[in-house]
């Protein structure tokens, strides 16, 4: 069993950043893949960025491309999102995953993929 616990969400202006952090405990897998997901009021949750056991491997949600990075400290059990020139059309409660297995560019963006979430961590940004 994997827990994973967000932190790092809150309310900031339009062009301001944030780091969300998710630490992982319990039995980790030989490989597995990270992600950060996220549902804005009223939407569905939606994909925001991923990333391998390795970190090697990172794909993003186009809207988030050259704004969000993902990188991961395997020493902390660590996954963090680095936000910038957030936009309040990035708000939403943030969560993060975890897919157990190999890295796969077609399914990463999936939610039904992963196995362990996160109970989520709120970003507002106002304008």
């Known amino acids: 069993q994997v827990q994973l616990v967000e932190s790092g969400g809150g309310s900031v202006q339009t062009g301001d950043s944030l780091r969300l952090s998710c630490v992982a405990s319990?039995?980790?897998?030989?490989?597995?893949?990270m992600g950060w997901f996220r549902q804005a009021p009223g939407k569905e949750r939606e994909f925001v960025a991923a990333i391998s056991w390795s970190g090697g491997m990172v794909y993003y949600k186009d809207s988030v491309k050259g704004r969000f990075t993902i990188s991961k400290d395997n020493a902390k059990n660590t996954v963090y999102l680095q936000m910038n020139n957030l936009k309040p059309e990035d708000t939403a409660v943030y969560y993060c995953?975890?897919?157990?297995?190999?890295?796969?560019?077609?399914?990463?963006?999936?939610?039904?993929?992963?196995?362990?979430w996160g109970q989520g961590t709120q970003v507002t940004v106002s304008s």
């Open positions: 995953a975890q897919e157990n297995g190999s890295w796969r560019i077609n399914t990463v963006r999936d939610e039904s993929n992963y196995d362990y």
């Open positions: 319990g039995r980790a897998p030989s490989t597995y893949v």
